[in-house]
């Protein structure tokens, strides 16, 4: 059984970053993905039993879900981070950074070895200590 995940909240400018799940729509969710490289063909029912079963992250913005985040993980050795966004007028403002520095501070998960992949957001990552391990994939 996994051990359970406090509830995390940060403020960053206008921004509310947090693993409240309450506070997550996975509508949302799944319409930015269905644009996505990586998860265009997910379907709802995919996505909502993703986020049920991982650790998720959301940044809010005057109430409205603007970015996220899924981490996947044994909380013994290692975590997966993946279906990280934001949305495109929130893009450029720190959004992405808080919530990729959030999670690898969180104290579950800052002394496990992260995992993602990524085709284009290499230079976010390598900024919180994740090195390429080939083309797509990083490891912190």
């Not at 960053?12 to 799944?30: L, Q």
């Not at 991982?54 to 913005?61: E, K, L, P, Q, V």
């Amino acid at each position: 059984m996994m051990n359970k995940i406090k509830k995390e909240t940060v403020i960053y400018n206008d921004y509310i970053v947090t693993n409240d799940k309450k506070r997550i729509s996975a509508d949302n969710i799944h319409a930015f993905l269905t644009k996505s490289y990586w998860a265009k063909n997910r379907s709802l029912e995919t996505v909502k039993k993703s986020i049920k079963n991982s650790i998720c992250y959301g940044a809010i913005y005057k109430n409205k879900l603007v970015g996220f985040a899924r981490v996947v993980t044994d909380l013994a050795v290692v975590y997966w981070l993946c279906d990280v966004w934001v949305e495109e007028e929130h893009r450029g403002k720190g959004v992405g950074k808080k919530l990729v520095e959030t999670i690898v501070n969180n104290e579950n998960l800052k002394n496990l070895k992260g995992i993602l992949g990524t085709n284009d957001a290499h230079g976010l990552y390598e900024k919180f200590g994740f090195i390429k391990d080939d083309k797509s994939f990083m490891r912190r």
